[in-house]
């Protein structure tokens, strides 16, 4: 497998590379390796490599080589990211021994979270060795055992790192991952790209002559690109935020919004002769980077393909839709229905365009925590292009990304302490949890929520914070009230397309003690009926329900001119069971904040260890007060 180097030098045209991450669930695996299959066939442009993540300590160090695998089985180039920082040095050493089983050469050398030895070290052992500090000692440590073997990348920052006191700080520690022996830079996102043309400048006047490969993360939804920012601290021009201002709520309009911005980036920066070509963080989705291929014209169509924009893809009109070769032909997405044929042909009539293809799933829900779900609706797409949640359809490959960056604490340590303060008894998270529902300064975020609590959140106020109060103690992470066909466009329930009625239920996620979760579960029973479905969980792995296995509850759906019914927000027991592992990993990420032994950090263990993740749905929408009477009535 070449090293990256050499394919850029032997590349004479701009060329692009992909970034994937490993999906969460078997089917979102199985799914990602036919969308990276597709996107790297003809018409599209092959990639010059495939990159995929590594999760910070490891976290995902299986499934990241388990893709990188299949991705090289693909016959594509894999760069392989790995941090370094609080891991045993054992696991870095595995980790470059199985790439070189695979035959990957190239290596992005990251730092990944702040070192915390003492904190992750366990009790029995020597805390974790120093020698990993910064992604630097990485990039020595890969040149001192592997040699020349490995194409060493490392991170470029447009905007300085978080951690960095300045610009000149930043360049610093860049020149310092050069010199220790890189061979490339992949930067961070950023969306400012004549401050990128600025900092490319003073990056090649401290004498730097890697190649410098921009990262590209167009925008999928305006919920995760405010999350996106906010976490990266990357500034945003004006213009860009007055643009996203009137369709935030629309997730068509902002997703085409991003492919249009990203193409005008990506146009100017080859253009300026500063960089050889560019890197699409894709999110595990497809159609963005798909359309931005298409608009820089770096895809390939024969010239009758151009003659209308009805015959750009042809597919097969099949009236059966159990028939063998119907099935076989969907696969690679060459057959259609005659309904289907139908619509699209007088859609494109009318517009002159290409419709964009048929929902043929449930929709996706990027979820705020701390008592807020936002949605944002996937209108008229196909299945799965929007960021996926974990309210959403577990097949997808970016199922569970709540904003592009997976689980764990969206803060640095240092500012998670100044927010969270130290808190020693449980009426102290009570207290954290009602203070960021009041919206009070002193507790902006809570280590399951990095935004404010959302305007539909405080319709609902009294009871969230009845519930969180200490006399009850039922921490809330995520919620919604009632809808009954509200207007698409009501600045507080409305999202989608205009001139649609959006509906909803009552849903409230929250940690409660064994004993409550008793409590709960009895008086569901002594109920009946089925107007709430719980779903419960603890960390040891023990699960409670009182619904079916495989129920799907949508929770959230909308209906729009000219469109099937949408439906935004889905909750199910593997995709609950899922997040369940992440919930309560964001509370051992929390308690590692604090030394080993402290009132704090023994306080949030015993909460990880003993408390249960509870979720329930109340299925009358048109009962506001349902679920709140349930829960807070004795």
Same mark, same amino acid.
């Given at each position: 497998m070449p090293r990256l180097t050499d394919l850029i030098t032997a590349h004479p045209a701009p060329f692009h590379t992909f970034e994937f991450f490993p999906p969460r669930t078997e089917a979102g695996f199985v799914n990602l390796l036919d969308r990276v299959r597709r996107l790297a066939q003809p018409p599209l442009p092959a990639p010059l490599a495939v990159s995929v993540t590594w999760g910070a300590g490891g976290a995902t160090a299986e499934k990241s080589l388990e893709l990188a695998e299949e991705v090289v089985k693909l016959g594509l180039d894999v760069v392989l990211h790995l941090t370094c920082t609080n891991m045993p040095k054992e696991?870095?050493?595995?980790a470059l021994t199985n790439a070189r089983a695979l035959g990957i050469h190239n +290596?992005?050398?990251?730092?990944?979270?702040?070192?915390?030895?003492?904190?992750?070290?366990?009790?029995t052992e020597a805390p974790l060795p120093d020698f990993f500090q910064h992604a630097d000692d990485l990039v020595r440590y890969i040149r001192q055992t592997h040699g020349d073997f490995f194409c060493v990348g490392v991170a470029g920052y447009p905007t300085p790192h978080v951690d960095s006191a300045n610009e000149a700080d930043d360049l610093k520690w860049l020149k310092a991952k050069c010199d220790a022996g890189a061979d490339f830079i992949l930067t961070q996102l950023f969306y400012d790209v004549e401050g990128f043309e600025k900092w490319v400048g003073?990056?090649?006047?401290?004498? +730097?002559?890697l190649p410098i490969i921009p990262g590209i993360m167009p925008i999928q939804n305006f919920a995760s690109f405010r999350r996106l920012v906010k976490l990266t601290q990357c500034p945003v021009p004006d213009s860009i935020m007055a643009d996203l201002e009137p369709i935030k709520t629309d997730d068509s309009a902002v997703k085409q919004y991003g492919a249009q911005l990203a193409t005008r980036m990506v146009n100017r920066l080859i253009s300026s002769k500063l960089v050889p070509g560019v890197h699409f963080c894709t999110l595990n989705l497809e159609k963005s980077v798909r359309t931005i291929l298409e608009s820089l014209d770096w895809v390939k169509t024969p010239a009758s393909e151009h003659s209308s924009p009805l015959l750009r893809h042809n597919k097969l009109i099949i009236e059966d839709e159990d028939d063998t070769s119907r099935r076989t032909s969907s696969v690679s997405g060459m057959s259609i229905s005659p309904s289907e044929a139908s619509q699209l042909a007088q859609w494109g009539l009318t517009n002159r365009a290409l419709q964009p293809a048929p929902k043929k799933g449930l929709g996706t829900q990027g979820v705020g925590m701390g008592g807020q779900v936002e949605k944002n609706a996937k209108a008229e797409d196909s299945w799965d292009e929007y960021p996926n949640g974990r309210f959403t359809d577990i097949r997808s490959p970016a199922y569970g990304e709540i904003d592009g960056w997976g689980s764990g604490l969206k803060t640095n340590a240092n500012q998670a302490l100044l927010e969270w303060g130290t808190p020693t008894t449980s009426a102290d998270l009570s207290a954290l949890f009602c203070a960021y529902?009041?919206?009070?300064?002193?507790?902006?975020?809570t280590p399951f929520c990095d935004l404010p609590l959302s305007p539909e959140s405080q319709t609902i106020l009294p009871r969230l914070i009845a519930l969180n109060s200490p006399d009850k103690q039922y921490w809330t992470v995520g919620s919604q009230p009632a809808v009954d066909a509200a207007y698409s466009d009501d600045p507080i329930h409305g999202w989608g397309p205009k001139g649609g009625y959006v509906f909803q239920k009552a849903f409230v996620e929250f940690f409660v003690p064994t004993k409550e979760m008793d409590r709960i579960e009895e008086r569901l029973k002594r109920a009946g009926g089925e107007a709430v479905s719980m779903y419960a969980a603890n960390k040891a792995g023990d699960f409670r329900t009182n619904t079916l296995s495989d129920a799907v509850n949508a929770v959230t759906w909308g209906v729009f001119p000219g469109q099937e019914i949408v439906q935004s927000t889905i909750i199910e027991e593997t995709s609950f069971l899922a997040w369940k592992e992440e919930a309560f990993e964001i509370w051992s990420e929390w308690a590692r904040l604090y030394p080993r032994g402290s009132e704090s950090r023994t306080l949030l263990d015993g909460v990880g260890e003993q408390w249960w993740l509870v979720s329930l749905i109340h299925h009358d929408y048109k009962d506001k007060e349902g679920l709140w009477e349930f829960l807070l009535s004795e």
């Amino acid at each position: 497998m070449p090293r990256l180097t050499d394919l850029i030098t032997a590349h004479p045209a701009p060329f692009h590379t992909f970034e994937f991450f490993p999906p969460r669930t078997e089917a979102g695996f199985v799914n990602l390796l036919d969308r990276v299959r597709r996107l790297a066939q003809p018409p599209l442009p092959a990639p010059l490599a495939v990159s995929v993540t590594w999760g910070a300590g490891g976290a995902t160090a299986e499934k990241s080589l388990e893709l990188a695998e299949e991705v090289v089985k693909l016959g594509l180039d894999v760069v392989l990211h790995l941090t370094c920082t609080n891991m045993p040095k054992e696991k870095v050493d595995d980790a470059l021994t199985n790439a070189r089983a695979l035959g990957i050469h190239n +290596i992005l050398a990251l730092r990944g979270d702040p070192p915390r030895p003492e904190e992750y070290s366990l009790p029995t052992e020597a805390p974790l060795p120093d020698f990993f500090q910064h992604a630097d000692d990485l990039v020595r440590y890969i040149r001192q055992t592997h040699g020349d073997f490995f194409c060493v990348g490392v991170a470029g920052y447009p905007t300085p790192h978080v951690d960095s006191a300045n610009e000149a700080d930043d360049l610093k520690w860049l020149k310092a991952k050069c010199d220790a022996g890189a061979d490339f830079i992949l930067t961070q996102l950023f969306y400012d790209v004549e401050g990128f043309e600025k900092w490319v400048g003073s990056v090649r006047e401290s004498g +730097i002559t890697l190649p410098i490969i921009p990262g590209i993360m167009p925008i999928q939804n305006f919920a995760s690109f405010r999350r996106l920012v906010k976490l990266t601290q990357c500034p945003v021009p004006d213009s860009i935020m007055a643009d996203l201002e009137p369709i935030k709520t629309d997730d068509s309009a902002v997703k085409q919004y991003g492919a249009q911005l990203a193409t005008r980036m990506v146009n100017r920066l080859i253009s300026s002769k500063l960089v050889p070509g560019v890197h699409f963080c894709t999110l595990n989705l497809e159609k963005s980077v798909r359309t931005i291929l298409e608009s820089l014209d770096w895809v390939k169509t024969p010239a009758s393909e151009h003659s209308s924009p009805l015959l750009r893809h042809n597919k097969l009109i099949i009236e059966d839709e159990d028939d063998t070769s119907r099935r076989t032909s969907s696969v690679s997405g060459m057959s259609i229905s005659p309904s289907e044929a139908s619509q699209l042909a007088q859609w494109g009539l009318t517009n002159r365009a290409l419709q964009p293809a048929p929902k043929k799933g449930l929709g996706t829900q990027g979820v705020g925590m701390g008592g807020q779900v936002e949605k944002n609706a996937k209108a008229e797409d196909s299945w799965d292009e929007y960021p996926n949640g974990r309210f959403t359809d577990i097949r997808s490959p970016a199922y569970g990304e709540i904003d592009g960056w997976g689980s764990g604490l969206k803060t640095n340590a240092n500012q998670a302490l100044l927010e969270w303060g130290t808190p020693t008894t449980s009426a102290d998270l009570s207290a954290l949890f009602c203070a960021y529902l009041n919206s009070l300064p002193s507790a902006p975020t809570t280590p399951f929520c990095d935004l404010p609590l959302s305007p539909e959140s405080q319709t609902i106020l009294p009871r969230l914070i009845a519930l969180n109060s200490p006399d009850k103690q039922y921490w809330t992470v995520g919620s919604q009230p009632a809808v009954d066909a509200a207007y698409s466009d009501d600045p507080i329930h409305g999202w989608g397309p205009k001139g649609g009625y959006v509906f909803q239920k009552a849903f409230v996620e929250f940690f409660v003690p064994t004993k409550e979760m008793d409590r709960i579960e009895e008086r569901l029973k002594r109920a009946g009926g089925e107007a709430v479905s719980m779903y419960a969980a603890n960390k040891a792995g023990d699960f409670r329900t009182n619904t079916l296995s495989d129920a799907v509850n949508a929770v959230t759906w909308g209906v729009f001119p000219g469109q099937e019914i949408v439906q935004s927000t889905i909750i199910e027991e593997t995709s609950f069971l899922a997040w369940k592992e992440e919930a309560f990993e964001i509370w051992s990420e929390w308690a590692r904040l604090y030394p080993r032994g402290s009132e704090s950090r023994t306080l949030l263990d015993g909460v990880g260890e003993q408390w249960w993740l509870v979720s329930l749905i109340h299925h009358d929408y048109k009962d506001k007060e349902g679920l709140w009477e349930f829960l807070l009535s004795e």
